[in-house]
DNA sequence: GCTCATTCGTTAGTCCCCCTAACGTTTGGA
DNA sequence: TCCAAACGTTAGGGGGACTAACGAATGAGC
């Protein structure tokens, strides 16, 4: 077991006032904290977030192409690949070549991908629920409303 | 110019709302919006982030060693070294060795560093102002406290 | 006074995320 | 028919956060 360094993360109450309060600054450090959580949790059942952002499009949005994925999850193309063989190397999704369109992929989801799914959807949910432990469900929902409003704005165009 | 790429980030309408809602992925998304605006327009004056961090904390708590400043940034050790680098070379900081504790050396702020202090002040406003564009000063006032209440309680031990 | 764990600054290198560049294939519109 | 565009894929860069290890220096407990 390594050693615990002492030297990683900053002391609350010793950063200066002004960083205290620069929302760049506290996005960028509670996103690290919720990537730990995240990532965390869903090593849990070898999984990553990815590819749990995957599998739920394939349930939600039904058969895709893989451009359509990267679209929907905001997983760059490029990584796309990587992901789509992860799952259907292990069986939870499916990749077949589109009749129609020689170009495509048609990327399914599987039982065992459906089934996958339901386990690594209450691991999220635990995640979440650990990220947010401080605040009230009042205060979860409008942290959610601002972000929203902050991703939306700056993902148009 | 390069030709810019169509499918690096995800279409607002199309990300299913199970992922739409998700505070993980949601702060992970705002921290990008963030780190790109700020880093732009701290680029316009050749600083990053770190030096500007680093910068503040002199400002804020004076003289310190390079440790303190660790703690008080949270910029790790070993990134700290190539910050206070790049700062001595253009004459903003001054890092001498302690003489009443040889392993440390005392980092301070140059008056050249405090007046450029004073330029980088203006462009992270600005930026901090770009990034919350859509939502009012209440709502920032909002988003700032609870994204507090998050980093202190994940940042406590 | 010594010993030894600890701290400090530093170097090197890892891992993950996001992104660019380029390519061969296939398609569809001018 | 020709050409621009979209598709999947591979390779690689860059930044941020981190680990591991090291020599030098310190200081607390014996």
Chains 1, 2 share one sequence.
Do not use: C, F, K
């Not at 205290?20 to 869903?42: C, E, K, P, V």
């Not at 359509?68 to 992901?83: C, E, K, P, Q, W």
């Amino acid at each position: 077991m390594p050693e615990r360094d002492r030297h990683a993360r900053a002391d609350p109450a010793a950063v200066p006032p002004r960083l205290r309060s620069l929302a760049s600054r506290l996005l960028g450090r509670s996103a690290g904290h919720a990537d730990r959580i995240s990532n965390a949790h869903l090593a849990a059942a070898g999984a990553t977030r990815w590819q749990y952002a995957t599998l739920v499009t394939l349930r939600d949005g039904g058969p895709a192409s893989q451009a359509a994925l990267s679209d929907r999850t905001g997983i760059h193309r490029s990584d796309m690949v990587a992901v789509l063989g992860e799952l259907t190397e292990t069986g939870h999704a499916r990749r077949v070549p589109d009749p129609a369109d020689r170009r495509r992929n048609i990327v399914t989801l599987t039982e065992a991908g459906q089934a996958r799914l339901g386990v690594l959807d209450h691991l999220v949910d635990q995640a979440q629920d650990e990220l947010l432990t401080p605040l009230s469900a009042a205060e979860r929902g409008e942290l959610v409303r601002l972000l929203q409003r902050l991703d939306e704005h700056h993902s148009a165009r």
